[in-house]
């Protein structure tokens, strides 16, 4: 892990990067697409698609903790860059399973991989997200040994993926992790309409499509992906929350009611402290969770859930009041606060939703799990 001096220099390029060349904003009638200019600057000016990557395999050698300070400015900004599904599940996924080869041209930014994990159905009790869940089957047979069924759902940036990364289960019944290549037979990819254009998500269907086995140990791989996915949308959701209180705040300076701006009136200066409280709280506690996976602590999993379960709620309720305070325009596709809106809102529902990250967090906190170990 680097120092905190070099960490904020790196939140000081990414930032300027993304300032000189802001990310493309989603037309009203137009599908959801990448901001491909904005991959390549990042990839190959900061290398911030290998920054979680060792340097044996083409990457900078960095933790999960610096790759939280660009999925922080990439959420205050709203990049519609593959760099949460591929810079960070992805390369951490192969990581997991001790499958490097792939790992290379994920790092440069030449391919983008895709975790391809929900599941909904019957199965899905307490959302797509729970391993529970995963019904996909991998049977014996095609011309790499293995085939894959099943059906993904909201995979992120699968319909620009170079490789999905794919849980499902064996004849046993068995959780495992395999690869499948998206142009492979038996793949089809469905692009989804979602409500933030801002982050394309894809249905994609295996039937009878070939794979390769990259771990049989899948229970450890997803618990470990989890707690990276946690933690990883936790920064995006601070990122966005506080740039929802930066143009609340500059708004309010500047709009007059009255003879004086609004930003003087008591009630406004409440509810601003209020949001400035929830953020500040969610950058702690997305920050301590960071700093735990970069360090392998025991508790890691624990201090993951906590700050997804935190800062959704969060950056909802700071997304709301941004529209609530800049009045009429705050409701118009001229302004950004509704992508910031509808962004908090979607991303709430990945990897769990809150209701199900503190149902997690249960056993540790009522101690029926010894103190520490992962939720």
Same mark, same amino acid.
């Given at each position: 892990?680097?120092?905190?001096?070099?960490?904020?220099?790196?939140?000081?390029?990414?930032?300027?990067?993304?300032?000189?060349?802001?990310?493309?904003?989603?037309?009203?009638?137009?599908?959801?697409?990448?901001?491909?200019?904005?991959?390549?600057?990042?990839?190959?000016?900061?290398?911030?698609?290998?920054?979680?990557?060792?340097?044996?395999?083409?990457?900078?050698?960095?933790?999960?903790?610096?790759?939280?300070?660009?999925?922080?400015?990439?959420?205050?900004?709203?990049?519609?860059?593959?760099?949460?599904?591929?810079?960070?599940?992805?390369?951490?996924?192969?990581?997991?399973?001790?499958?490097?080869?792939?790992?290379?041209?994920?790092?440069?930014?030449?391919?983008?991989?895709?975790?391809?994990?929900?599941?909904?159905?019957?199965?899905?009790?307490?959302?797509?997200?729970?391993?529970?869940?995963?019904?996909?089957?991998?049977?014996?047979?095609?011309?790499?040994?293995?085939?894959?069924?099943?059906?993904?759902?909201?995979?992120?940036?699968?319909?620009?993926?170079?490789?999905?990364?794919?849980?499902?289960?064996?004849?046993?019944?068995?959780?495992?992790?395999?690869?499948?290549?998206?142009?492979?037979?038996?793949?089809?990819?469905?692009?989804?309409?979602?409500?933030?254009?801002?982050?394309?998500?894809?249905?994609?269907?295996?039937?009878?499509?070939?794979?390769?086995?990259?771990?049989?140990?899948?229970?450890?791989?997803?618990?470990?992906?989890?707690?990276?996915?946690?933690?990883?949308?936790?920064?995006?959701?601070?990122?966005?929350?506080?740039?929802?209180?930066?143009?609340?705040?500059?708004?309010?300076?500047?709009?007059?009611?009255?003879?004086?701006?609004?930003?003087?009136?008591?009630?406004?200066?409440?509810?601003?402290?209020?949001?400035?409280?929830?953020?500040? &709280? $969610?950058?702690? *506690?997305?920050? !301590? +969770? #960071?700093?735990?996976? =970069?360090?392998? %602590? @025991?508790?890691?999993?624990?201090?993951?859930?906590?700050?997804?379960?935190?800062?959704?709620?969060?950056?909802?309720?700071?997304?709301?009041?941004?529209?609530?305070?800049?009045?009429?325009?705050?409701?118009?596709?001229?302004?950004?606060?509704?992508?910031?809106?509808?962004?908090?809102? &979607? $991303?709430?529902? *990945?990897?769990? !939703? +809150? #209701?199900?990250?503190? =149902?997690?967090? %249960? @056993?540790?906190?009522?101690?029926?799990?010894?103190?520490?170990?992962?939720?």
């Amino acid at each position: 892990m680097i120092s905190m001096d070099e960490q904020e220099e790196l939140r000081r390029t990414v930032r300027a990067l993304l300032e000189r060349n802001p990310p493309a904003r989603p037309a009203p009638d137009a599908e959801p697409g990448y901001d491909e200019a904005a991959w390549a600057l990042l990839a190959e000016q900061v290398g911030a698609a290998g920054l979680a990557v060792p340097e044996e395999h083409g990457g900078a050698g960095c933790t999960l903790a610096e790759t939280h300070v660009v999925c922080e400015e990439l959420g205050r900004t709203l990049a519609a860059v593959p760099y949460l599904g591929s810079a960070v599940l992805a390369t951490q996924a192969l990581l997991a399973c001790g499958a490097v080869e792939a790992l290379p041209d994920l790092a440069d930014g030449s391919r983008v991989g895709a975790l391809a994990w929900a599941e909904n159905g019957a199965s899905a009790p307490h959302g797509p997200w729970d391993p529970a869940a995963i019904g996909a089957r991998a049977e014996a047979g095609g011309p790499t040994g293995v085939t894959l069924t099943g059906v993904k759902e909201h995979v992120l940036d699968g319909a620009r993926a170079d490789l999905f990364i794919v849980p499902a289960r064996t004849e046993d019944g068995d959780l495992a992790v395999y690869a499948v290549e998206p142009s492979a037979a038996g793949v089809r990819v469905e692009p989804l309409t979602t409500l933030d254009r801002t982050r394309p998500q894809a249905r994609v269907i295996f039937e009878a499509a070939p794979a390769r086995l990259l771990s049989a140990d899948g229970d450890r791989v997803l618990d470990r992906l989890l707690a990276v996915a946690a933690t990883a949308l936790s920064a995006e959701q601070l990122g966005g929350a506080q740039r929802c209180l930066e143009i609340t705040l500059d708004y309010v300076r500047t709009r007059e009611q009255f003879g004086r701006p609004i930003g003087s009136f008591q009630a406004i200066k409440h509810r601003l402290a209020d949001l400035y409280v929830l953020v500040e &709280s $969610a950058r702690s *506690l997305s920050y !301590d +969770a #960071a700093r735990a996976l =970069a360090e392998d %602590a @025991p508790d890691a999993g624990v201090r993951a859930t906590t700050a997804q379960a935190y800062c959704a709620e969060a950056f909802s309720t700071v997304a709301a009041e941004t529209i609530q305070l800049h009045g009429g325009i705050g409701f118009t596709w001229e302004h950004d606060a509704h992508l910031y809106f509808k962004r908090a809102h &979607s $991303a709430a529902q *990945l990897f769990g !939703d +809150a #209701a199900w990250q503190r =149902a997690r967090l %249960a @056993p540790a906190v009522l101690g029926t799990v010894p103190a520490g170990a992962s939720a």
